[in-house]
């Protein structure tokens, strides 16, 4: 199995396909998977035998939307063409027997375009992994529409697994999708997280003083505003019951590490750390958890039953926002939204009602956590089957597709 992970910023998309690829091999001991990454941290993470990975040079999205080469100091459009020429020969040499793309049908600027095309012609299942919000279905459509998205799902793609659940958000809501579109569609649940005990951390010496408030920005790279609410807080109350662990994340600018990492030594209640690749231990040892509230974070929170107050961002997408929005509505989480003031008291209020919450399992929402199993089961429909007989079905369906095309048009 093929997995192309789309890394611009943070580790959204990394944690996730690293999770799917651990708990298929897991379940199948003739599998083997290998994950394409431009994430320039992939190798701090530990990979299970029969996971592997090739990395690719990295590309960063700036605030404006724009994006960059991450360290060659080449043209983007160069980066682009080289990633796209090792997705294409990693594939020819890989000659997996499904191919598993996550968030981007065609890839970062279409560069996985001729890969997907080249499998196809291989007769190789392709499947469309979206996480459960994808933005506001008003920004959403235009955004695809000029990537060309609905084209590749309609023609390209054998299946479209969403990791969530339709009663807390149909990602692809709102947009023009063809009924035999949605008939690849399959909700599959969260995909539920795992400690891993036997892995010593190595971000800190010694364990964190517990009970502790774990705060998270995932990546960190636009995590400035929670850290920084959180220390005010903390400055402003330093009578607050229960103790701070901050993770900052990896891509956060290194002045706002150094300045946060300055304040919270200042404090006797707050500890600091700029990354850990084990966030599952740090997880399950909290009373609580501050966080903007992105997917992986969000699966971590249910997986380990954690009180949590979820803090979104709203630029440049929604995503975080609807789905603490939504959570919320369920009574999974609490949220606070940052107004820009960020006044020190309401977050205190905040941060000690925190651990008198209840706990997302006192919620019943069935089929929740069920993701990493439905994955399983949706990926040995294509797997178990011979090559001849998936690409005998991939040819039927690309057949049907283009007659529906076709009468479509007209």
């Known amino acids: 199995m093929l997995i192309y992970s789309h890394d611009t910023m943070g580790l959204g998309h990394l944690r996730r396909c690293r999770a799917i690829a651990h708990a298929l091999v897991e379940r199948d001991k003739d599998l083997s ?40 100091h080449i043209d983007i459009t160069e980066t682009l063409k080289i990633r ?5 020969h990693t594939a020819e040499a890989f000659r997996p027997d499904l191919f598993l793309v996550d968030k981007e049908p065609l890839g970062l600027r279409g560069e996985v375009s001729e890969t997907l095309h080249y499998l196809k012609s291989r007769g190789v299942p392709l499947v469309l992994g979206l996480r459960d919000v994808m933005d ?8 695809w529409r000029r990537k060309k998205a609905l084209p590749a799902l309609r023609d390209l ?39 891993e005990p036997t892995v010593r951390r190595s971000s800190f010496p010694g364990q964190p003083i ?14 400035e505003a929670l ?12 009578d607050l019951p229960a103790r701070a662990l901050l993770v900052l994340g990896p891509f956060m600018q290194p002045e706002l590490q150094g ?8 404090l006797s209640n707050v500890e600091a750390i700029t990354f ?5 231990a740090l997880m399950a040892r909290a009373v609580g958890v501050v966080a903007m509230g992105g997917y992986n974070t969000f699966c971590e929170i249910l997986s380990f039953d954690q009180r949590a107050l979820i803090v979104p961002r709203t630029a440049p997408r929604l995503e975080q926002f609807i789905r603490a929005r939504q959570a919320q509505d369920l009574g999974l989480v609490s949220t606070l939204v940052d107004d820009g003031v960020r006044d020190a008291s309401v977050m205190a209020a905040a941060l000690r009602h925190l651990p008198n919450q209840r706990r997302p399992s006192e919620v019943v929402v069935p089929g929740l956590l069920d993701g990493l199993d439905n994955v399983d089961r949706l990926a040995r429909r294509w797997l178990d089957r011979p090559a001849s007989e998936r690409k005998a079905a991939t040819s039927r369906r690309l057949t049907v597709v283009g007659g529906q095309r076709a009468s479509g048009s007209r």
């Open 33 to 72: 998977v290998l994950i394409l990454s431009g994430s320039p941290i992939i190798g701090s993470f530990d990979f299970k035998a029969r996971v592997d990975f090739v990395r690719m040079p990295g590309v960063i999205k700036l605030r404006n939307g724009e994006y960059t080469s991450l360290n060659l």
């Open 84 to 88: 796209a020429s090792i997705i294409r």
């Open 136 to 143: 506001d279905p008003s920004l959403l459509e235009p955004e």
């Open 157 to 195: 793609y054998d299946d479209i697994w969403i990791y969530g659940l339709p009663q807390i958000c149909e990602p692809l809501a709102g947009l023009s999708v063809p009924r035999h579109v949605q008939k690849k569609i399959s909700f599959t649940g969260y995909l539920k997280r795992f400690e």
């Open 210 to 223: 517990e009970p502790y408030i774990l705060v998270t920005t995932g990546g960190g790279g636009d995590g």
């Open 227 to 238: 850290i920084d609410w959180v220390l005010r807080a903390y400055e402003f109350a330093p």
């Open 259 to 266: 300045d946060f990492l300055r304040r919270a030594a200042a």
């Open 276 to 280: 850990d690749a084990h966030l599952e």
